[in-house]
């Protein structure tokens, strides 16, 4: 990332306005995030019936013909061994399984991150696994608009259409505050208005894609969201803080462009996913065990559950026949089994999509239509 430093950067920045804080009351329980996790858990579990019982990724129908962006993607598996951090296990990214089971069944598949090294990495081990796979990577950093104009300018002379666009990449933030070198706090920049930026520069391609969807994903951590008046966390940072205000936004983001789509006549089928609560890289690369991520990882490491698993909303949402534009997937039973998530951005309103498509378009200076 670009000229990254530890001040907050004092920037005019779109605001939600004054919202009803009684809406927010439960988000804004000190609980640790354990025991968040494990209550809700427990309660999806217990409530909500999976739309594909046994589905798994060998089920995903052929995608040859198919071409498939996904963000991030480099984070190839790692076995943790004891007396470290994070607890022992084998350890992988969200993006390089869906990268993994979709070049699999006959995908285009370009991976974008930042790590060169780490994204050849991946993109030989899947080469490996499948030998006829068609998989690259290309350099893209979410959080540097000007990287993501570049990817995205790139990609429109090398393809004639995106079929999948996965907006995966994910940062969990860092232990304190830093901002970018346009004044944006890392963690909103990289999580959700570079993929904002991202999905507008490639909708043309998108456009003449082929049955075209858009999955984003967000994070139960989003329930956590608590000021949405404070975008960029400037009044009071935390990594949980700002990472599920990010999540939260994504969420908002991918049901109000779903129905911008249906409105506008884009033909784009757009969905949000969540992977429940996986054993990735996020925590160990980024706010570490002195942060509520870390501290329920060391307390729980029994609910953290192979990333393979919880790739499976994310992979139903790209490539399952009946998976219904504008939901939100995710895993509903202790089998990690895909259904439609409970709503953690229930405080959403019309009129705070609006806002949140406003701020992004002022981030950004780009809009869809």
């Not at 893209?140 to 990817?151: H, I, W």
Request: charged share 20%; glycine share 8%; hydrophobic share 40%.
């Amino acid at each position: 990332m670009t000229n990254n430093t530890k001040q907050a950067v004092s920037r005019p920045f779109t605001s939600f306005g004054s919202l009803d804080r009684r809406r927010f009351l439960a988000l804004t329980a000190t609980a640790s995030l354990a025991a968040v996790v494990g209550s809700q858990a427990t309660a999806q579990e217990n409530a909500t019936p999976s739309v594909a019982p046994g589905w798994s990724a060998t089920d995903i129908p052929s995608q040859v013909g198919r071409t498939v962006v996904i963000t991030g993607g480099n984070g190839a598996p790692r076995i943790v061994r004891e007396g470290t951090f994070p607890p022992p296990g084998e350890y992988s990214g969200l993006g390089y399984q869906d990268a993994r089971a979709l070049a699999g069944k006959g995908a285009t598949v370009i991976i974008a991150s930042r790590d060169e090294t780490k994204g050849s990495e991946a993109v030989a081990l899947i080469k490996a696994e499948h030998p006829e796979a068609n998989i690259r990577f290309e350099k893209l950093d979410l959080a540097n608009l000007a990287s993501v104009k570049a990817f995205s300018d790139k990609l429109q002379n090398e393809v004639d259409r995106v079929d999948v666009l996965i907006n995966n990449a994910a940062t969990a933030g860092s232990p304190d505050r830093r901002v970018n070198g346009a004044g944006l706090e890392l963690t909103w920049a990289t999580n959700t208005v570079g993929h904002f930026s991202l999905t507008a520069h490639l909708m043309p391609l998108l456009r003449r894609g082929q049955n075209p969807r858009i999955v984003f994903l967000s994070s139960g951590a989003a329930r956590r969201a608590t000021d949405i008046d404070d975008l960029q966390t400037e009044k009071d940072y935390t990594p949980l803080k700002a990472y599920a205000l990010s999540k939260a936004a994504l969420l908002i983001l991918a049901r109000d462009l779903n129905r911008r789509s249906i409105d506008g006549g884009w033909g784009i089928h757009m969905t949000a996913t969540h992977p429940g609560v996986v054993k990735t890289f996020l925590i160990p690369s980024g706010p570490g065990p002195d942060s509520d991520f870390g501290r329920s990882l060391l307390a729980h490491p029994e609910r953290f559950r192979r990333t393979e698993l919880g790739a499976l909303s994310t992979l139903y949402a790209s490539a399952h026949p009946e998976a219904v534009a504008g939901q939100y997937y995710g895993p509903v039973n202790d089998n990690y089994e895909v259904g439609v998530s409970e709503d953690h951005a229930a405080f959403s309103t019309a009129e705070i999509a609006a806002r949140l498509y406003d701020a992004l378009a002022t981030a950004t200076g780009q809009t869809f239509g």
